[in-house]
Each structure stands twice: as C-alpha cells, then as structure tokens.
Nanobody, 124 residues
Framework: VQLVESGGGLVQAGGSLRLSCAAS????????VGWFRQAPGKEREGVSC????????AYTDSVRGRFTISIDNTKNMIYLQMNSLKPEDTAVYYC??????????????????WGQGTQVTVSS
C-alpha cells in the first residue's frame, strides 16, 4: 500500500487545514486508515482512524470535536479536516493504514504502513 499526504502548512491558532491522503494498492476490501502525528522531541500520537466498510471513526481526546476524518472509497482518498487549531497541534502528520482490518479501529500510531508525512505548524 502506498500513501501520499498533502495539505499541510502554516496557520494561525483558531484556523483550519484539510489534510489529504492518496492511497493505492489495497488488496482487501476491509481495512482501516488513519492519521498519527509526531512533534519534535515527542513520541508518535495516534490522532484518528476510520474503517473502510462501516465508516466507524475514532479520535484521540485532544482532537475530538475539532478534527473530522473521512474517506472517499471511490477515489481512495482519506481526509482530515482540522478546525480550531492550536499551537500544540503542530507536528508532522502521517497517513497510515492497516489491512485487512475487522472490528472497530483505534486512534493509534502503529498501523502497518504510512506515508512520508506533511508538516502542520500552528502559530500563536
């Protein structure tokens, strides 16, 4: 599976960004995709995930209510809409996948593969 992220950038606190992830190479109908992030000097943090079949979603507590994950199965695209951004959201954001996957996904940073990442910087 190949994953290519885009959409990162510099934004002021309170602003919004939409990250995109182009996915290819899935060989299973049931999989989970998600996003994790890593800030300088910090461990990876799972942000959100979504199931490909039933569209079940999960979020880490710090982004719930501000971020929304979605998937367009017709285009093999995964999105992360980020609103009300805070300086502590600054990190490199990675798209990740786990396939096959059955059951409810979890917002974790240990899926099977991930992309090259896209930088998100939130200024105060």
């Amino acid at each position: 599976v190949q994953l290519v992220e885009s959409g990162g950038g510099l934004v002021q606190a309170g602003g919004s960004l939409r990250l995109s992830c182009a996915a290819s190479g899935f060989t299973f109908d049931d999989y989970a995709v998600g996003w994790f992030r890593q800030a300088p000097g910090k461990e990876r943090e799972g942000v959100s995930c979504i199931n490909s079949r039933d569209l079940y979603t999960a979020y880490t507590d710090s982004v719930r209510g501000r971020f929304t994950i979605s998937i367009d199965n017709t285009k093999n695209m995964i999105y992360l809409q980020m609103n009300s951004l805070k300086p502590e959201d600054t990190a490199v954001y990675y798209c990740e996948e786990r396939s096959p996957w059955f059951g409810n996904c979890r917002a974790e940073a240990d899926f099977d593969s991930w992309g090259q990442g896209t930088q998100v910087t939130v200024s105060s």
